[in-house]
């Protein structure tokens, strides 16, 4: 939501398109060894963020292989596949 708001789609919008993916999204703790591990990421991958950083140090964590993400940073994770929204609905719901 965040991309595509930034891209000037309507929040309502955004919110609507966003709605099938959070269905199928699962929320997990972040603890101090994923901020360590994100801390790490951050160092060793340039295109990533911190605040972005987490959140492949979480997947990995709880041993999740796929992420659903806008953000081409988390291609450069290794053990982590990154799953463009545009694309997840289709691969997710089978």
Sequence with gaps: ??????????????????????????????????????????????GLHMRDAVHPATALACQASVVVSPDRAFDEVPGLERLDPARALERLIV
């Excluded at 919008?13 to 099938?20: C, G, L, M, Q, T």
């Excluded at 997990?28 to 790490?40: K, Y």
Aim: proline fraction near 2%; aromatic fraction near 2%.
């Design 1 to 46: 939501m965040h991309v595509r708001t930034r891209n000037g789609i309507q929040r309502s919008k955004a919110v609507d398109e966003a709605r099938p993916i959070v269905a199928l999204s699962r929320v997990h703790d972040v603890t101090m060894a994923e901020l360590q591990v994100g801390l790490q990421l951050f160092r060793t991958h340039e």
